[in-house]
């Protein structure tokens, strides 16, 4: 496999109606704000996880394509069963003295596992030769416009235990609560380095698999707490180099996303409520813009 | 100070964390000279040249926030991977998320901008065809075409950091009216001696006029 040789930027947009994209641990699972402007977040973990099961359902385990994080939800019990088998306590916390061992343990490792090909993982401490640092980067992703978490109280027509049913003398009722927001269009922003991909093997094949992820992941992923979420556009931009031919900021600022005319005065509710531009002749020499979705 | 190099650095977050507060995340006001380095390493690096970080100006406010996620606790395990390899298959080499849940909160910096003044100097692994001129040339082509190695980012990968060079002769950017602009920041991490066993050095540093003076590594100002 021979590493990708250009420098990657994109922009990454996706909306959710009517659900959480991402809850808040701190705040009783509300979906992520941030308290000065309002604005939703999803956590870039977050979209990692979405990335890592597409890959579990796109490749099935395939040879190089095993997902070192794994969810419970995608377990596959032969693994389950050498896992506990294998699970024996190494002695050494660091990786071996021997730089050569500590090298082919670090490319097998990237060779077989397609996350830590591509986000890097952590294998040690101390020792840099254990420490795989991904080509694939990605930021917060924020939403647009502020958004507007919504509480809904949820009744269930049952009751978890005898004791509960007692105190309701057989009316077996117990409340809920979901948080949702009605719309949001939210931006991520993410960094391919051609440079750190050299040293994981991250190859262009796995570029067009990390594209299919980040178009398709959310219909993988639906649930109740979901809603419904939909990749809605994805630009990237290719630098001729490894290193890059302009500042990623400057490309980030081509993509401005409006209200369309007319709708500025209501809240958002759709994507058709938002126009994205991209701005193809500002891009500068040696960057070539693409829009995947 | 020949041979210096201005770099303006900002973005919406960063985390420099504090190395007494690493479970549940908290950052220091301001970037370190460490991260600085970082930062100037993702652009340019060869093993020839040491930058070192002499000045750190504060160009906006230091405000916090706080995000909490989901973590896992645990680290990869080269036995175990080693017992793959000889096995030759990937059954089992997995962590199951779940199993080893962390929940940490973070307290990060929200809207940060600094302008880092470094220079470099030549370390014991220089080779004889090294020149000053050329590396500094490499880091301004590089830095004034955004250009890098991988992606700068301010103290974790998560928080990516837009740069641009100021060129000689430049002024400084504005600086926010309500920044900071005398503050004793208390001891920080200076950087860590990969010379000494990982040992970490601190300093005192003191904001003065939103400027940080950061004393040379090896000033008794220094100390592990």
Redo the contacts between chains.
């Keep these: 496999m021979t590493a990708i040789t250009h420098r990657y930027e994109f922009v990454y947009l996706f909306d959710v109606t009517n659900g959480n994209p991402n809850g808040?641990?701190?705040a009783g699972n509300l979906p992520?704000l941030?308290?000065?402007t309002n604005c939703g977040?999803v956590?870039?973990?977050s979209l990692k996880r979405k990335i890592r099961n597409y890959v579990t359902l796109d490749k099935d385990?395939a040879p190089g394509f095993?997902?070192?994080?794994?969810?419970?939800a995608v377990?596959n019990n032969?693994?389950k069963?050498?896992?506990?088998?294998?699970e024996?306590?190494?002695?050494?916390k660091k990786?071996?003295k021997d730089e050569a061992k500590?090298r082919?343990?670090t490319a097998?490792?990237c060779a077989?596992?397609f996350d830590?090909r591509t986000f890097g993982?952590?294998?040690?401490?101390?020792i840099n030769a254990?420490q795989v640092?991904g080509?694939v980067?990605?930021?917060?992703a924020?939403s647009i416009e502020p958004v507007l978490p919504l509480e809904i109280a949820i009744t269930r027509m049952a009751v978890t235990t005898e004791k509960e049913a007692e105190a309701q003398s057989g009316d077996n009722r117990t409340m809920g609560r979901k948080h949702i927001l009605p719309y949001g269009l939210y931006r991520a922003?993410g960094?391919v380095?051609a440079?750190?991909a050299e040293r994981t093997g991250f190859s262009d094949d796995d570029l067009q698999l990390l594209w299919n992820a980040l178009i398709n992941m959310f219909e993988h992923d639906r649930s109740a707490a979901r809603g419904e979420m939909a990749a809605r556009k994805l630009i990237v931009f290719e630098h001729e180099?490894a290193?890059?031919?302009?500042?990623?900021?400057?490309l980030f600022d081509a993509v401005k996303i409006q209200r369309t005319e007319g709708t500025q005065d209501r809240p958002a509710r759709s994507f058709a409520d938002y126009r994205v531009n991209v701005d193809a002749k500002a891009m500068p020499k040696g960057v070539s813009v693409r829009e995947l979705l | 100070m020949s041979y210096g190099i201005r770099l303006h650095v900002w973005g919406d977050r960063a985390c420099f964390t504090r190395p007494e507060m690493k479970v549940e995340r908290v950052s220091y006001d301001v970037i370190t000279p460490s991260a600085a380095r970082g930062i100037l390493e993702a652009i340019h690096w060869k093993p020839a040249i040491r930058w070192i970080v002499d000045r750190i100006h504060v160009l906006k406010p230091i405000r916090f926030e706080s995000i909490r996620r989901n973590e896992v606790g645990s680290k990869l395990s080269p036995g175990n991977v080693s017992k793959a390899m000889k096995a030759g298959t990937t059954a089992g080499l997995v962590a199951y998320v779940d199993n080893d849940r962390q929940q940490r909160a973070a307290t990060i910096l929200r809207d940060v901008a600094y302008v880092i003044e470094a220079h470099f100097e030549f370390t014991d692994a220089v080779g004889p065809d090294e020149s000053v001129g050329k590396h500094l040339d490499i880091f301004n082509r590089r830095a004034r075409k955004g250009q890098y190695f991988h992606a700068p980012c301010l103290g974790v990968r998560e928080f990516p950091a837009h740069f641009s060079l100021i060129e000689d002769g430049q002024p400084l950017p504005e600086a926010h009216p309500e920044r900071d602009a005398d503050k004793d920041l208390g001891w920080m991490l200076h950087d860590i001696d990969f010379t000494q066993d990982m040992t970490p050095r601190f300093f005192r540093a003191q904001l003065k006029g939103g400027v940080i003076e950061v004393p040379p590594w090896q000033s008794t100002e220094v100390s592990a």
């Design positions: 808040d641990p701190d992520r941030d308290p000065e977040l956590t870039d973990v385990s095993a997902i070192y994080m794994q969810e419970k377990l032969q693994h069963r050498a896992y506990e088998a294998l024996i306590k190494p002695e050494d990786l071996p500590a082919a343990i097998w490792m077989n596992f830590v993982a952590v294998m040690t401490t101390g254990g640092r080509p980067q990605l930021a917060f924020t922003h960094f380095s440079k750190l180099s290193m890059g031919n302009a500042p990623a900021h400057v």
